[in-house]
């Protein structure tokens, strides 16, 4: 299975981006699928999470300002960023809870899409 993130880039701060991750590969159900952040030195952390059933949770930094949205039909999970701050500036990082079998589920990550918001 693999996961091609994509749509970070250089914003201004007030902007909006959206991020895409496609899953690919031998898939048999997605379950979770989330974005994740990280500053170089720091610990990865939640930036929000949607269920299969489209259930969301957010990190309270974002609440208000950051929609995830998931295509089932296509495997795809998004991330609307809106009124982004500098503090927003990290690598963000897709990740999915995958059956590849009836007995094998395994967290999945993509490689990483870097945004920069300047002030």
């Known amino acids: 299975v693999q996961l091609q993130a994509s749509g970070g880039g250089l914003v201004q701060a007030g902007g909006s981006l959206r991020l895409s991750c496609a899953a690919s590969?031998?898939?048999?159900?997605?379950?979770?699928m989330g974005w994740y952040r990280q500053v170089p030195g720091n610990q990865r952390d939640m930036v929000a999470t949607?269920?299969?059933?489209?259930?969301?949770n957010y990190a309270d930094s974002v609440k208000g300002r950051f929609t995830i949205s998931r295509d089932n039909a296509k495997n795809t999970v998004y991330l609307r960023m809106n009124s982004l701050k500098p503090e927003d500036t990290a690598v963000y990082y897709c990740?999915?809870?995958?059956?590849?079998?009836?007995?094998?589920?395994?967290?999945?990550w993509g490689q990483g899409t870097l945004v920069t918001v300047s002030s």
């Open positions: 949607v269920t299969s059933r489209d259930i969301t």
């Open positions: 990740q999915a809870d995958v059956s590849t079998t009836p007995w094998r589920r395994s967290d999945y």
């Open positions: 590969g031998s898939i048999l159900r997605i379950h979770n």
